[in-house]
């Protein structure tokens, strides 16, 4: 172990922390709690966005994809963009007609406070198992470092993000998602120029080889539906991905509602896809790059330690600890993001519909309190068990792309139709959460597409219902 390294991840752990901690005077009142008061500029709320949406995850597996392929996940990356415009255009005018805490308030809205419920479950259990490999990400770079599973380090940076999470809300979450994604990208850029000099004949020379190999390759324009990364399934699939993640996943959309207005809100949507693309370009590069500076040799059976492993043996001493803290601050970053909106949908969902709002402002605050830190413990759980189930970057995508295309379904079938009732809207759900079953384990069709299935089959099966069962008023 390097002293000098250790020491930068550790300052750093500790100065986010403190950063994170002077907020603390801040969450006074639900509003404050979970939508920061609604105070954070257009572009802290962008680079909140990316910070959320981003994790170990990307950072550790995205290059493996360029090392063992070519660039062709940036066609995902296509699709996020019109995500942003559908999402601009039908969702973000409903969420600011009314003061909304969560997404699924609009579900009550117009089918009735089942609904909601089922929504904000779905919304639960889906981000409590993604979030879960995020946790588990981490592991992979803190065993690297320490040489050991890694487990006590783990409780460790959990507990330090809980610490600001538990104690400043949404306004310590963004502000330090701010810090921490200018980190990881700082990080990621002083990796790029160290990798780039050890090359002999530099970038030009990385690019040659590389596209002599076809690895450069962006776009794929072959209609196949077992191939995850083509033209179609990434502008289609990115773009209903996308649409479900940011329209109606609390974690993203806590921080649309976090802004000052509409205008506000569409600015951050769409200043977080520059960020974005720039981001993922960066990271392919890099994965690009290392299959130069090993020669093309294969990857490992672990190919999400490929690119941890060359920051803490090749990098020099203090670039490396610079590098891996910036790994860590991204899985700060997204941990935090995700207890918030674990916990904002907790409470607002579900305890505070319970108890009818009969209790005071400082009651329902202590709760939101409460549940950030059970799920924080629920998180860590579900890491524990994460190990057994493959790449990490993948299997954080599969697991969402199950679920947010029923959760897309029902938020289209909510605003696009009139018909439908409770009943219908809960019958969708049923026949999509089939459909979706049926499709990861019976069929070979990749998880770009799955998120464009579950949608169609959660609104098609709803308003077909609907003509059969009389629709209800909202309750």
Same mark, same amino acid.
């Given at each position: 172990?390097?002293?000098?390294?250790?020491?930068?991840?550790?300052?750093?752990?500790?100065?986010?922390?403190?950063?994170?901690?002077?907020?603390?005077?801040?969450?006074?009142?639900?509003?404050?709690?979970?939508?920061?008061?609604?105070?954070?500029?257009?572009?802290?709320?962008?680079?909140?966005?990316?910070?959320?949406?981003?994790?170990?995850? &990307?950072?550790?597996?995205?290059?493996?994809?360029?090392? @063992? %392929?070519?660039? /062709?996940? $940036?066609? =995902?990356?296509? #699709?996020?963009?019109?995500?942003?415009?559908?999402?601009?255009?039908?969702?973000?005018?409903?969420?600011?007609?009314?003061?909304?805490?969560?997404?699924?308030?609009?579900?009550?809205?117009?089918?009735?406070?089942?609904?909601?419920?089922?929504?904000?479950?779905?919304?639960?259990?889906?981000?409590?198992?993604?979030?879960?490999?995020?946790?588990?990400?981490?592991?992979?770079?803190?065993?690297?470092?320490?040489?050991?599973?890694?487990?006590?380090?783990?409780?460790?940076?959990?507990?330090?993000?809980?610490?600001?999470?538990?104690?400043?809300?949404?306004?310590?979450?963004?502000? &330090?998602?701010?810090?921490?994604?200018?980190?990881?990208? @700082? %990080?990621?850029? /002083?990796? $790029?120029? =160290?990798?780039? #000099?050890?090359?002999?004949?530099?970038?030009?020379?990385?690019?040659?080889?590389?596209?002599?190999?076809?690895?450069?390759?962006?776009?794929?324009?072959?209609?196949?539906?077992?191939?995850?990364?083509?033209?179609?399934?990434?502008?289609?699939?990115?773009?209903?991905?996308?649409?479900?993640?940011?329209?109606?996943?609390?974690?993203?959309?806590?921080?649309?509602?976090?802004?000052?207005?509409?205008?506000?809100?569409?600015?951050?949507?769409?200043?977080?896809?520059?960020?974005?693309?720039?981001?993922?370009?960066?990271?392919?590069?890099?994965?690009?790059?290392?299959?130069?500076?090993?020669?093309?040799?294969?990857?490992?059976?672990?190919?999400?330690?490929?690119?941890?492993?060359?920051?803490?043996?090749?990098?020099?001493?203090?670039?490396?600890?610079?590098?891996?803290?910036?790994?860590?601050?991204?899985?700060?970053?997204?941990?935090?993001?995700?207890?918030?909106?674990?916990?904002?949908?907790?409470?607002?969902?579900?305890?505070?519909?319970?108890?009818?709002?009969?209790?005071?402002?400082?009651?329902?605050?202590?709760?939101?309190?409460?549940?950030?830190?059970?799920?924080?413990?629920?998180?860590?759980?579900?890491?524990?068990?994460?190990?057994?189930?493959?790449?990490?970057?993948?299997?954080?995508?599969?697991?969402?792309?199950?679920?947010?295309?029923?959760?897309?379904?029902?938020?289209?079938?909510?605003?696009?139709?009139?018909?439908?009732?409770?009943?219908?809207?809960?019958?969708?759900?049923?026949?999509?959460?089939?459909?979706?079953?049926?499709?990861?384990?019976?069929?070979?069709?990749?998880?770009?597409?799955?998120?464009?299935?579950?949608?169609?089959?959660?609104?098609?099966?709803?308003?077909?219902?609907?003509?059969?069962?009389?629709?209800?008023?909202?309750?």
């Amino acid at each position: 172990m390097r002293t000098v390294d250790l020491a930068i991840i550790a300052a750093y752990l500790a100065g986010v922390t403190w950063f994170g901690a002077q907020f603390k005077q801040r969450g006074r009142s639900l509003k404050d709690y979970f939508l920061g008061g609604k105070t954070a500029p257009w572009w802290a709320i962008a680079l909140s966005i990316v910070s959320a949406e981003t994790s170990t995850l &990307t950072i550790i597996g995205t290059p493996p994809l360029a090392y @063992a %392929g070519s660039y /062709v996940f $940036l066609q =995902v990356v296509f #699709g996020y963009l019109l995500a942003r415009v559908v999402i601009s255009t039908i969702f973000l005018p409903r969420y600011f007609e009314r003061q909304m805490f969560t997404a699924y308030e609009l579900m009550q809205a117009r089918f009735g406070p089942n609904v909601r419920k089922v929504a904000s479950g779905i919304f639960m259990v889906t981000r409590a198992l993604a979030e879960g490999v995020r946790v588990f990400a981490i592991s992979i770079v803190i065993s690297i470092i320490l040489k050991t599973g890694g487990t006590l380090s783990i409780f460790v940076i959990m507990a330090l993000t809980l610490l600001y999470t538990f104690e400043g809300g949404m306004t310590a979450v963004i502000w &330090t998602d701010v810090v921490q994604m200018c980190m990881y990208v @700082a %990080g990621a850029s /002083v990796s $790029l120029f =160290v990798l780039v #000099g050890k090359i002999p004949g530099g970038f030009g020379h990385a690019l040659d080889l590389a596209s002599s190999a076809g690895k450069l390759r962006i776009f794929d324009l072959h209609w196949s539906w077992t191939k995850p990364y083509t033209i179609w399934a990434g502008i289609i699939g990115g773009c209903f991905l996308t649409t479900a993640s940011h329209g109606t996943d609390q974690l993203v959309v806590q921080r649309l509602l976090s802004a000052k207005n509409q205008s506000q809100s569409r600015a951050a949507l769409f200043g977080s896809w520059v960020v974005i693309f720039i981001q993922f370009t960066m990271f392919l590069t890099i994965g690009m790059l290392l299959w130069v500076y090993r020669n093309g040799q294969p990857a490992s059976a672990q190919p999400d330690r490929l690119y941890p492993l060359f920051i803490w043996e090749s990098l020099p001493v203090g670039v490396a600890g610079l590098a891996m803290a910036a790994i860590v601050a991204a899985a700060m970053a997204n941990l935090s993001a995700a207890l918030n909106s674990l916990a904002s949908a907790t409470v607002v969902d579900f305890y505070e519909p319970l108890t009818k709002s009969l209790h005071l402002p400082g009651h329902y605050l202590k709760v939101a309190k409460i549940s950030t830190v059970f799920w924080c413990l629920v998180l860590g759980v579900i890491a524990g068990l994460a190990s057994q189930w493959g790449s990490v970057l993948e299997s954080g995508l599969r697991i969402a792309s199950v679920t947010l295309g029923i959760l897309l379904g029902l938020f289209l079938l909510g605003v696009l139709t009139k018909r439908p009732g409770e009943r219908a809207a809960i019958a969708g759900v049923l026949t999509g959460l089939a459909a979706m079953l049926y499709v990861k384990f019976a069929t070979d069709i990749p998880f770009t597409w799955w998120v464009m299935i579950g949608s169609g089959t959660t609104f098609c099966a709803g308003y077909a219902v609907s003509f059969v069962i009389p629709p209800e008023k909202a309750g």
